[in-house]
């Protein structure tokens, strides 16, 4: 499934909060209904096709409650990665990663979600641009930046695990998050060419996992 299907599933995202309050089952239907019509508008003409004023109309809610729920459409459009993130998650559980050894696992799983990101490059184009705009000083991107490094976190640990801890656990899968970082502005930015994010993906957990 590409990220542009991801809005559609609900994937395991907590119903989140507003305003510091939990929100209501209708409230998070909404809240999902305007992060698939951003997507689906990054998906049809990337970054800059992205407007408030547009998602709020497509999405038929006001564009102050939409402004209540993302202050900008950097916070938005990460919240729409977070999404994303979830849905790899889920979808390697579903379907286990291949291998004998945890890097060769974590190195299926990192493949997949990159050629998935690849196959949608105007919304994947997006989604990085927001995660690199957010500053990080203001705890709303920190938090939405963090939902995106936890499920891309609990992916990586469940496909290590097989009875044995890896060596430097911890530190194996935030570096991991950076080359991924890494690799997906690379990509976006044309500075390598189609296909090799997966392959760097995969060549970092076989160079960085020892059991």
């Known amino acids: 499934m590409s990220p542009a299907q991801t809005a559609k599933r609900g994937a395991g995202r907590p119903a989140g909060d507003l305003n510091g309050k939990r929100l209501t089952e209708k409230q998070s239907a909404r809240r999902q209904s305007v992060i698939k019509t951003a997507m689906e ?12 004023r547009d998602v709020a109309a497509k999405a038929r809610v006001a564009l102050g409650t939409l402004y209540r729920y993302f202050p900008s459409k950097d916070h938005l459009l990460v919240a729409a990665l977070g999404e994303w993130a979830d849905e790899m998650q889920n979808r390697a559980a579903q379907r286990p ?12 799983v990192l493949r997949r979600a990159a ?8 919304l994947t184009a997006a989604l990085a641009t927001a995660l690199t705009n957010l500053s990080f000083d203001d705890p709303a991107s920190a938090g939405y930046a963090r939902n995106v490094y936890d499920s891309m976190a609990v992916t990586i640990e469940r496909a290590m695990e097989d009875g044995a801890r890896v060596e430097e656990h911890d530190t194996v899968i935030r570096i991991l998050g950076h080359v991924w970082l890494a690799a997906l502005v690379a990509t976006t930015r044309g500075w390598e060419s189609s296909g090799q994010m997966a392959e760097d993906l995969a060549d970092a957990a076989r160079l960085l996992i020892r059991t």
């Open 115 to 122: 050629r998935a990101m690849e196959r949608a490059p105007k």
């Open 41 to 52: 508008l990054a998906a049809e003409g990337g970054y800059e096709a992205v407007q408030m």
């Open 97 to 108: 990663p291949r291998g004998g050894t945890p890097a060769e696992r974590v190195a299926d």
